[in-house]
């Protein structure tokens, strides 16, 4: 039976139509990497540490991520990285978890409980690739997991992916009315969680060793998941509401 003209031209435009898709695709994406780059121009040179116990792999990365426009200070242990931290404005922390003495979950433990710093995104780098271990990293609390060797490129796109987050997480308090107002939330709309915390701000904020384990303390729950309720019902970190 012979072709339709129909048909035929419905032959003909599907490729049309894949490769118009995946144009569409390329420009999003380049548009979406000219963003990073204007925000990281606006922004100054951002800068990442990059902790490893293996001088190769931190130096080496160090350079790549200066290559790419970026400050990095690279340090072989957790006590150096937490004193770099503590003197510097660190916009982002690139983490070995195995090292001698304190471990990255260590480090990590440190900077999610400490209020100037809970803010920072931090990316684990490890050898530990299975299932398991990705999915206890992720719980921790770490912003991305990367199993060893890694794409430097793959590093690059996640920080910028974190420096995206960061921005839109500032648009979005720039914006919002904070939940734990009392003359903007009545009694009656907040959950029970939000009341209990208000309740635990009012009377233990002011203390000066009051931290995030002090709040999971007082709230009887683990610190995974009282950062999980406070991203749901407050769209913010134990941290930023310290």
């Known amino acids: 039976m012979p072709t339709s003209p129909t048909s035929r031209a419905a032959r003909l435009a599907a490729p049309v139509g894949d490769a118009l898709d995946e144009l569409l695709d390329v420009i999003r994406i380049e548009l979406a990497h000219r963003d990073v780059v204007e925000e ?29 426009g970026r400050r990095a200070t690279a340090v072989d242990s957790a006590e150096t990285a937490r004193r770099a931290i503590k003197e510097n404005r660190i916009d982002a922390v690139v983490l070995d978890i195995m090292m001698p003495g304190i471990d ?17 995104p931090l990316i684990f780098l490890s050898a530990k690739g299975s299932d398991r271990e990705i999915w206890e990293g992720w719980q921790s609390g770490a912003d991305y997991y990367l199993t060893k060797p890694f794409d430097s490129q793959v590093l690059l796109a996640q920080l910028r992916a974190a420096l995206r987050a960061c921005q839109r997480l500032r648009e979005r308090y720039a914006q919002r009315t904070p939940v734990l107002d009392a003359d903007t939330s009545s009694e009656a709309t907040k959950s029970a969680f939000v009341q209990r915390l208000e309740a635990v701000f009012e009377a233990r904020a002011h203390e000066p060793e009051f931290d995030i384990a002090a709040l999971c303390a007082a709230l009887h729950t683990s610190e995974s998941a009282l950062r999980r309720q406070c991203r749901e019902e407050c769209q913010a970190s134990p941290g930023e509401l310290l």
């Open 104 to 120: 990255g979950y260590g480090v990590l433990e440190h900077l999610k409980a400490t209020r100037e710093t809970s803010h920072i």
């Open 40 to 68: 990281e121009q606006r922004l100054g040179a951002l800068h990442d540490e990059v902790v490893d116990d293996h001088r190769e792999i931190r130096e080496s990365l160090a350079q790549f991520l200066r290559k790419n």
